[in-house]
């Protein structure tokens, strides 16, 4: 399976927000993806928004105890966060 230009090797768990999944990027490396459950209602807006607001703080951060994000975007309809 492929989730935007990311391979899924194995899925990781699954919780209330959605799937996580061991994934290779096109050069060969290895993130989780975190694959959110998304439905076209204001609620999943309003989380949306939120989540943007939460990657765009963590991508300010750096610290070796904070995972990074390094990409999100959307795939067959749903919205995806790729981690280290």
Known sequence: M?????QVQAELG?????VVYRVLAPDGRG?????LN??????DQLRLR???RELEALSRI????????VDSGW????FYIVME
């Not at 492929?2 to 990311?6: A, N």
């Not at 699954?14 to 959605?18: I, Y």
């Not at 998304?38 to 609620?43: I, L, V």
């Open 62 to 69: 750096q610290h070796p105890g904070v995972v990074r994000a």
């Open 38 to 43: 998304t439905e076209s209602n204001t609620d």
């Open 31 to 35: 993130y989780a993806l975190k694959r």
């Open 75 to 78: 795939s067959a309809g749903a």
């Open 50 to 52: 939120r989540i943007g």
């Open 14 to 18: 699954r919780g209330g927000m959605g």
């Open 2 to 6: 492929q989730i935007g230009p990311y």
